[in-house]
């Protein structure tokens, strides 16, 4: 086992893509077997902290005090058999989907940042751009074998309901307590997952690191469509867009079938205009879609259907479509560099991540687009919106100066409390962390946290593991 006690060797694990400065450690532990970690973990009194790729949003990985535990050497991927796969918790999305590239397999989650670690993705349910059709991380995971903090393990699979204790390895039993929480309906990472007659795995998957660790993972995959239809379409107004989006979500049409829906507002487009200096200059807003296409023989008819329905609307004439898969790869690029951009603008000024993750039902999303944009314009407050409009699902990014952070606090607890009205959640896919604690009290109150605290407690009674999130 490799032990790093070092400052400077230490320090890469204090951080994570929210840039929240903060974070202390003592010494940072690499088992390389499970039985080290085990054993480790058996004589352990300090506070623990899962170290995953450190992309995450909410400093969930970042420790308040005493070790961090990094399992960097579990990245093994498996050979995928009849649909699934076998992975270690430390494999890249990256490395995932390369090893599925020669085979007839896919894993839907697109999580737009493919650094992330599968143990990552788990804690924290990550979903992303094609969650609108295909669904979130919970969907995909079949089994994991996890390990409590102190060092007993257990495989948790599909079909063993909260309604039985699980049993692990030293013959102990742990029983779901009786709680009356259940989680929102509407697409959530926010708090533990709860709902009646649920299996274990779930609540273990979005626990944010604080119930066990990931340490072997077995993931459904889905069969590769043959192609993706795929645009960049732009919009002289943000209003045309989402009138847009409202269009497409209701339509008939066979051929309009997409499984992502990604916004781009003016501010967006303006800070990716000086790396895809083509956008069009009219542009203030835009919509990258993807369609899966499962035989080759239905893409031209498709594409066809695609080309006849954007004639219809206000879709501007010099949007994109892809015309190859390394099209494709740009549009991706695309939606990924905007959050990389900003995430590059806070480490370079050295100011924290003030980044909502909030959701709404489909029934207020034009509501909440007017919202955000009367709301934001008045503040005066630099932002920038973009995100996952098909699950009614946006991150504004507030990038205020140095004295206007409270401001932009007060605009962002605003906006909470109507999101809230709403009854939509405070965060669809980051998860809590350490900076969304605030605002998970206001959604679910204090008598839900108590309960959610007696689930914490029937996995960790000392509050060992991830100090800090959550509670
Ligand atoms: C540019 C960019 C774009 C992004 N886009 C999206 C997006 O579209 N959708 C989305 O959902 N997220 C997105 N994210 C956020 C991030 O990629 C995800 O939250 C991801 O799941 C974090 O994975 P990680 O391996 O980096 O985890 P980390 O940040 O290292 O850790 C996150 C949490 O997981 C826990 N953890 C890690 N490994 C384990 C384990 N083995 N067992 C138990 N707990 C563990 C940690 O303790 C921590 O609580 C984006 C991030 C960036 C930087």
Redesign the pocket.
């Known amino acids: 086992m490799i032990c790093k006690t070092d400052p400077q060797e230490i320090s890469p694990y204090l951080k994570?893509?929210s840039n929240y400065i903060g974070g202390n450690a003592d010494k940072v532990v690499i088992p390389e077997s499970i039985e080290e970690l085990s054993s480790f973990l058996k004589t352990n009194t300090q506070q623990i902290?899962?170290?995953?790729?450190?992309?995450?949003?909410t400093a969930?990985?970042i420790p308040e005090t005493g070790c961090v535990i990094s399992?960097e050497r579990f990245d093994r991927v498996g050979n995928p058999e009849n649909g699934i796969i076998d992975v270690g918790?430390a494999a890249s999305l990256a490395n995932l989907y390369k090893k599925l590239e020669a085979t007839e397999y896919f894993y839907p989650p697109n999580?737009?940042?493919t650094l992330?670690?599968i143990?990552?993705?788990l804690?924290?349910n990550?979903?992303?751009?094609r969650s609108y059709k295909f669904g979130v991380t919970r969907d995909y995971v079949l089994e994991a074998d996890i390990m409590l903090v102190d060092g007993n393990s257990t495989t948790l699979k599909r079909g063993l309901t909260i309604d039985s204790p699980i049993s692990f390895s030293d013959g102990q039993q742990l029983f779901f307590p009786e709680v009356t929480y259940n989680s929102p309906l509407c697409k959530n990472a926010a708090g533990y997952y709860v709902r009646p007659n649920m299996d274990w795995l779930d609540l273990l998957i979005g626990s944010?690191?604080t119930l066990g660790?990931?340490t072997r993972v077995r993931l459904k995959l889905e069969v590769r469509p043959t192609s993706f239809i795929s645009g960049i379409l732009f919009f002289s107004m943000e209003e045309e867009c989402w009138d847009f989006i409202d269009l497409i979500k209701k339509t008939n049409n066979k051929f309009i079938n997409p499984c992502s829906l990604e916004y781009f507002d003016r501010y967006s487009l303006n800070r990716l205009r000086k790396k895809f200096t083509n956008i069009p200059l009219v542009a203030q807003s835009a919509l990258f879609f993807e369609n899966d296409i499962y035989r080759q023989s239905d893409h031209d008819p498709a594409l066809e259907g695609w080309f006849d329905y954007l004639k219809e609307t206000s879709a501007l004439s010099d949007s994109w479509m892809a015309q190859s898969n390394s099209d494709l790869k740009r549009f991706h690029e695309f939606r990924?560099a905007i959050?990389?951009l900003l995430?590059e603008e806070n480490s370079r000024l050295k100011r924290t991540k003030i980044g909502t993750d909030m959701a709404v039902p489909s029934v207020h999303f034009k509501d909440m687009m007017f919202f955000y944009k009367n709301e934001l314009e008045s503040s005066g407050i630099e932002y920038v919106v973009f995100g996952h409009v098909g699950d009614n699902h946006l991150h504004i990014n507030f990038l205020p100066e140095e004295q206007d952070v409270s401001k932009a606090h007060e605009l962002y607890s605003r906006l909470v409390r109507q999101i809230l009205d709403w009854n939509g959640t405070i965060s669809a896919?980051?998860g809590i962390?350490k900076l969304k604690k605030k605002y998970f009290l206001m959604m679910v109150g204090e008598e839900s946290v108590v309960q959610l605290k007696a689930i914490k407690e029937v996995f960790d009674p000392k509050f060992i593991l991830?100090k800090g999130?959550i509670f």
């Open positions: 994570d893509a902290t899962i170290a995953g790729a450190g992309t995450g949003l969930s990985r399992l918790p999580p737009t940042e992330a670690s143990g990552g993705t804690s924290t990550a979903s992303g751009s944010d690191g660790i990931f990924h959050p990389v995430n896919e980051h962390g991830g999130n």
